[in-house]
């Protein structure tokens, strides 16, 4: 039997890439010259460059370069083997199917003197080629260790297939030393850990922009000049994509007028444009509101005009506040560059750069709503490529999974290298995941890259370790000045500014149902207040929307006309719709007149909202801070009874005593984990922070934030706490808890100081500690809570007990809300968000 290969002009030449259908074709020995082409222009771009020779420990020189650029000729060799190329046959066969990967692996086991027209005999020389190897085959994102023995060889075609991979593999060594006539004399930089690291994230970059057929167009038959054109279309493909120093420039000097219309910056950000470029690790320590975002695109332009970074990536808390910075940074992009690029939104599932959204179509190409396909938006279409932007606005979570032995770590790395890492918010309520910050942000600055951290409440054991500094006394830290700048040198004081600041009186009310929550919101709505409602766990928070609905239901937040509330438990879409909503009803420009938004951790941190009153539960103080910084955040008009901002903090009626025993509206420990768990476990520290607010009910913000902090999150002030109220034995159990976190972020850390080495199943790793829910998708046009197109839902890991994510959805009721039968269980989905209807046994 002789198998056809329609159309593709070289009969069963060994292919590279293969369209869907099987009837276009890209020639092996091309495609692999696209991606060897890739590599070359982006060592050849000089901050990609720098953080190569910085991975290496000295500078790469040209012998090194090529070799490692003849290496990713080799990448996809595995191709060669009848069991894969198989899959573009056309017709039947008996070839049974193989990945390349693995092929790859196996190929080398083929090995002789006369292999890759004599090409491999050059490739023995090298010492350490097994571990060039490892990076070779780790190119689609994670380490393929070698296959054991016993398997059967992919290297094997029946007589009746006009296939011959010998003949191919000729061909290929043929191109290898035509394209490469110094072969036999490269040879490689030594496989330190680091450079392989580095290599590993760029190989895999290169072979995603050399794959793309966009700028690599299929050439079935092979051409001995390819060569030369691979590296034309790299070059113009590098360009367009944003990976090149050309087209980055700024409309003038990097000063203060790129920035903003303002005649002069604020004290914190003159301090943070002040700061010398050198310091790689900066944090800014200032209060919400006094323009911390500013401050860090004028370090950017800076950075960028001294040649140091051409990229940024501005990392925030939670997915609301990105959606709302996006747009910002966008819309200041236009001011600082002659040819701005685009910000691209880094939230996974959702497609924008700039003000287009695209949408993937069934032959995965995307489809603009600009009708515009910009190749710079390349880097927006797949979540592994999001720190691959020039400049993107996204989760923090997305920098932690560069840090982590997870798929796609090193190219999110690699990539990141060329980029000032913006991190806002930064605080000390999670060690977990600091532990993978930190670790991520010292990677990065080890190849030369720039790390800006920016927080409003960080206190001084969580500063420590950012800086790997001790810990000062109480006393000693809490007399540390604020607002600050630090950095290797240490403490810079910022200047006080004149006329900023705010006043908050705090007054703590016991009771925290929903009707507690809803009366005190409505008493103040009804006073003509926009009041935001703050709980710590979901299902508070949709007591309260209930209750507030029940008496108030013009006054709640609404979308598409319908009243709802802000938490996670939406569908991607409706979140969306709701981040919108929220900033139109208490946002910076939003109509004066009563509102009531209520949500959860959702509405903490980053988001310019501008409420008269806060109602919020008991909290840590760094968080407490963060959530009272939406309060009076701009001068605008206020309702009487409203000209000083008001936060009533919610605490448990029965006392704290009861939470070293069992959690409660997520405070303290559950009683039925096998370990410490819950969401703000440090009872201590919350007593601590409920004794600042009966001590000093009026807080003058900024002035009073260094000392507040550190007086309920600093050891000595904990331990004193504890001893006072009885509590050290749970004490110790939390500080064992945080150490378990710390060292269970180890265990999953991608070390870059050790050698490559296979990566851990990646479910047992996450950016956040705790389980997680499955993912189910919805049938096609189905009305979500707000009765407009939802295609995805996420359910909480406890609820997915016993679910695969695979199930089929059945829409039994329509709404909103929505009644959602899978498997042996009904959700409902409606504008209180998912809640559970029970299971439904027939």
Same mark, same amino acid.
């Given at each position: 039997?002789?198998?056809?290969?329609?159309?593709?002009?070289?009969?069963?030449?060994?292919?590279?890439?293969?369209?869907?259908?099987?009837?276009?074709?890209?020639?092996?020995?091309?495609?692999?010259?696209?991606?060897?082409?890739?590599?070359?222009?982006?060592?050849?771009?000089?901050?990609?460059?720098?953080?190569?020779?910085?991975?290496?420990?000295?500078?790469?020189?040209?012998?090194?370069?090529?070799?490692?650029?003849?290496?990713?000729?080799?990448?996809?060799?595995?191709?060669?083997?009848?069991?894969?190329?198989?899959?573009?046959?056309?017709?039947?066969?008996?070839?049974?199917?193989?990945?390349?990967?693995?092929?790859?692996?196996?190929?080398?086991?083929?090995?002789?003197?006369?292999?890759?027209?004599?090409?491999?005999?050059?490739?023995?020389?090298?010492?350490?080629?097994?571990?060039?190897?490892?990076?070779?085959?780790?190119?689609?994102?994670?380490?393929?260790?070698?296959?054991?023995?016993?398997?059967?060889?992919?290297?094997?075609?029946?007589?009746?297939?006009?296939?011959?991979?010998?003949?191919?593999?000729?061909?290929?060594?043929?191109?290898?030393?035509?394209?490469?006539?110094?072969?036999?004399?490269?040879?490689?930089?030594?496989?330190?850990?680091?450079?392989?690291?580095?290599?590993?994230?760029?190989?895999?970059?290169?072979?995603?922009?050399?794959?793309?057929?966009?700028?690599?167009?299929?050439?079935?038959?092979?051409?001995?000049?390819?060569?030369?054109?691979?590296?034309?279309?790299?070059?113009?493909?590098?360009?367009?994509?944003?990976?090149?120093?050309?087209?980055?420039?700024?409309?003038?000097?990097?000063?203060?007028?790129?920035?903003?219309?303002?005649?002069?910056?604020?004290?914190?950000?003159?301090?943070?444009?002040?700061?010398?470029?050198?310091?790689?690790?900066?944090?800014?320590?200032?209060?919400?509101?006094?323009?911390?975002?500013?401050?860090?695109?004028?370090?950017?332009?800076?950075?960028?005009?001294?040649?140091?970074?051409?990229?940024?990536?501005?990392?925030?808390?939670?997915?609301?506040?990105?959606?709302?910075?996006?747009?910002?940074?966008?819309?200041?992009?236009?001011?600082?560059?002659?040819?701005?690029?685009?910000?691209?939104?880094?939230?996974?599932?959702?497609?924008?750069?700039?003000?287009?959204?695209?949408?993937?179509?069934?032959?995965?190409?995307?489809?603009?709503?600009?009708?515009?396909?910009?190749? @710079?938006? *390349?880097?927006?279409?797949? /979540? =592994? !490529?999001?720190?691959?932007?020039?400049?993107?606005? #996204? +989760?923090?979570?997305? $920098?932690?999974?560069?840090?982590?032995?997870?798929?796609?770590?090193?190219?999110?790395?690699?990539?990141?290298?060329?980029?000032?890492?913006?991190?806002?918010?930064?605080?000390?309520?999670?060690?977990?995941?600091?532990?993978?910050?930190?670790?991520?942000?010292?990677?990065?600055?080890?190849?030369?890259?720039?790390?800006?951290?920016?927080?409003?409440?960080?206190?001084?054991?969580?500063?420590?370790?950012?800086?790997?500094?001790?810990?000062?006394?109480?006393?000693?830290?809490?007399?540390?000045?604020?607002?600050?700048?630090?950095?290797?040198?240490?403490?810079?004081?910022?200047?006080?500014?004149?006329?900023?600041?705010?006043?908050?009186?705090?007054?703590?009310? @016991?009771? *925290?149902?929903?009707?507690? /929550? =809803? !009366?005190?919101?409505?008493?103040?709505?009804?006073? #003509? +207040?926009?009041?935001? $409602?703050?709980?710590?766990?979901?299902?508070?928070?949709?007591?309260?929307?209930?209750?507030?609905?029940?008496?108030?239901?013009?006054?709640?937040?609404?979308?598409?006309?319908?009243?709802?509330?802000?938490?996670?438990?939406?569908?991607?879409?409706?979140?969306?719709?709701?981040?919108?909503?929220?900033?139109?009803?208490?946002?910076?420009?939003?109509?004066?007149?009563?509102?009531?938004?209520?949500?959860?951790?959702?509405?903490?941190?980053?988001?310019?909202?501008?409420?008269?009153?806060?109602?919020?539960?008991?909290?840590?103080?760094?968080?407490?801070?963060?959530?009272?910084?939406?309060?009076?955040?701009?001068?605008?008009?206020?309702?009487?009874?409203?000209?000083?901002?008001?936060?009533?903090?919610?605490?448990?009626?029965?006392?704290?005593?009861?939470?070293?025993?069992? +959690?409660?509206?997520?405070?303290?420990?559950?009683?039925?984990?096998?370990?410490?768990?819950?969401?703000?476990?440090?009872?201590?520290?919350?007593?601590?922070?409920?004794?600042?607010?009966?001590?000093?009910?009026?807080?003058?913000?900024?002035?009073?934030?260094?000392?507040?902090?550190?007086?309920?999150?600093?050891?000595?002030?904990?331990?004193?706490?504890?001893?006072?109220?009885?509590?050290?034995?749970?004490?110790?159990?939390?500080?064992?808890?945080?150490?378990?976190?710390?060292?269970?972020?180890?265990?999953?850390?991608?070390?870059?100081?050790?050698?490559?080495?296979?990566?851990?199943?990646?479910?047992?790793?996450?950016?956040?500690?705790?389980?997680?829910?499955?993912?189910?998708?919805?049938?096609?046009?189905?009305?979500?809570?707000?009765?407009?197109?939802?295609?995805?839902?996420?359910?909480? +890991?406890?609820?997915?007990?016993?679910?695969?994510?695979?199930?089929?959805?059945?829409?039994?009721?329509?709404?909103?809300?929505?009644?959602?039968?899978?498997?042996?269980?009904?959700?409902?989905?409606?504008?209180?968000?998912?809640?559970?209807?029970?299971?439904?046994?027939?």
């Amino acid at each position: 039997m002789t198998l056809e290969a329609p159309d593709i002009g070289c009969g069963l030449s060994a292919w590279g890439k293969c369209s869907p259908d099987r009837q276009n074709f890209h020639h092996l020995a091309h495609h692999s010259a696209d991606v060897a082409a890739a590599l070359l222009i982006l060592l050849d771009q000089p901050i990609i460059r720098r953080a190569a020779d910085a991975a290496l420990g000295r500078e790469l020189d040209e012998v090194e370069l090529r070799a490692l650029t003849a290496l990713a000729f080799l990448h996809d060799i595995g191709k060669l083997a009848p069991g894969f190329q198989a899959k573009g046959w056309v017709g039947q066969h008996n070839v049974p199917f193989r990945g390349h990967l693995e092929c790859g692996w196996l190929w080398t086991r083929t090995l002789d003197a006369q292999s890759l027209a004599g090409a491999a005999r050059h490739l023995a020389r090298w010492s350490e080629i097994r571990i060039w190897l490892l990076v070779l085959f780790a190119h689609h994102g994670r380490p393929v260790p070698a296959p054991g023995s016993g398997l059967a060889s992919p290297f094997y075609t029946p007589r009746d297939i006009a296939y011959d991979w010998k003949v191919e593999e000729e061909r290929m060594g043929e191109a290898l030393l035509a394209w490469f006539p110094d072969f036999a004399e490269l040879l490689p930089p030594p496989a330190s850990p680091r450079l392989v690291h580095f290599f590993c994230g760029l190989i895999t970059l290169a072979d995603w922009i050399g794959s793309d057929q966009r700028a690599f167009p299929f050439e079935p038959t092979f051409r001995p000049d390819y060569w030369a054109t691979a590296q034309a279309r790299a070059v113009q493909r590098i360009r367009d994509i944003g990976f090149s120093r050309e087209g980055l420039s700024l409309r003038g000097s990097p000063g203060w007028a790129l920035i903003s219309d303002h005649a002069a910056p604020r004290p914190a950000q003159a301090a943070a444009g002040a700061m010398p470029l050198q310091e790689r690790l900066v944090l800014l320590e200032a209060e919400t509101g006094a323009g911390k975002t500013e401050a860090a695109l004028w370090r950017f332009v800076s950075l960028v005009a001294a040649g140091e970074v051409d990229a940024l990536y501005f990392a925030v808390p939670t997915r609301a506040a990105a959606r709302q910075l996006q747009r910002r940074v966008n819309d200041a992009l236009e001011r600082m560059f002659v040819d701005p690029p685009e910000a691209v939104l880094a939230i996974p599932g959702q497609v924008k750069a700039g003000e287009a959204s695209g949408a993937r179509l069934p032959d995965f190409t995307m489809l603009w709503d600009d009708e515009k396909d910009l190749p @710079a938006r *390349w880097a927006a279409e797949h /979540a =592994a !490529r999001f720190l691959a932007s020039r400049v993107a606005v #996204g +989760a923090v979570d997305q $920098v932690a999974l560069g840090g982590l032995q997870v798929k796609y770590a090193h190219l999110r790395g690699t990539t990141l290298s060329r980029a000032l890492l913006v991190i806002d918010e930064v605080h000390a309520s999670d060690a977990y995941m600091t532990t993978i910050q930190t670790a991520m942000a010292r990677d990065h600055i080890s190849l030369g890259g720039h790390v800006m951290l920016m927080s409003a409440t960080l206190g001084a054991v969580a500063r420590a370790q950012w800086f790997e500094q001790p810990v000062g006394n109480y006393a000693s830290e809490a007399a540390v000045p604020y607002p600050a700048i630090w950095t290797s040198r240490g403490v810079q004081p910022v200047e006080a500014e004149v006329g900023a600041g705010k006043t908050v009186h705090v007054r703590a009310s @016991a009771g *925290w149902t929903g009707d507690d /929550a =809803a !009366r005190l919101a409505t008493d103040m709505a009804r006073q #003509g +207040a926009r009041v935001l $409602v703050i709980r710590n766990t979901v299902a508070r928070a949709q007591e309260t929307y209930a209750a507030c609905r029940a008496q108030a239901t013009d006054w709640l937040l609404q979308v598409n006309g319908i009243p709802t509330l802000h938490h996670g438990r939406f569908a991607a879409e409706d979140r969306a719709r709701l981040d919108e909503a929220v900033e139109q009803a208490i946002g910076k420009g939003s109509p004066v007149g009563s509102r009531i938004v209520i949500g959860t951790q959702t509405l903490e941190q980053s988001l310019d909202l501008c409420a008269d009153l806060l109602i919020t539960d008991l909290c840590p103080m760094d968080v407490l801070l963060q959530r009272i910084g939406r309060l009076h955040r701009h001068r605008r008009p206020r309702p009487a009874g409203f000209e000083v901002a008001r936060a009533v903090v919610l605490t448990p009626p029965d006392g704290l005593d009861g939470l070293t025993r069992r +959690a409660d509206n997520g405070l303290g420990a559950y009683s039925d984990g096998a370990t410490l768990s819950g969401i703000y476990l440090d009872v201590p520290g919350l007593a601590a922070t409920l004794d600042e607010i009966d001590a000093r009910p009026v807080w003058h913000l900024p002035a009073m934030n260094r000392a507040l902090v550190e007086a309920a999150t600093h050891p000595e002030a904990l331990e004193a706490v504890a001893e006072r109220r009885g509590w050290q034995d749970y004490s110790q159990r939390v500080s064992g808890k945080r150490l378990g976190d710390r060292a269970t972020a180890r265990l999953g850390l991608l070390d870059r100081a050790q050698p490559l080495a296979e990566f851990p199943d990646d479910e047992t790793l996450r950016t956040r500690l705790g389980e997680d829910g499955v993912v189910l998708r919805l049938p096609e046009d189905t009305p979500g809570a707000f009765g407009l197109p939802v295609s995805v839902l996420a359910i909480p +890991a406890r609820w997915s007990r016993g679910l695969t994510g695979e199930e089929e959805v059945v829409v039994e009721e329509s709404g909103p809300p929505l009644r959602l039968k899978l498997a042996d269980r009904v959700m409902i989905y409606g504008p209180a968000g998912l809640s559970r209807g029970g299971t439904d046994k027939g």
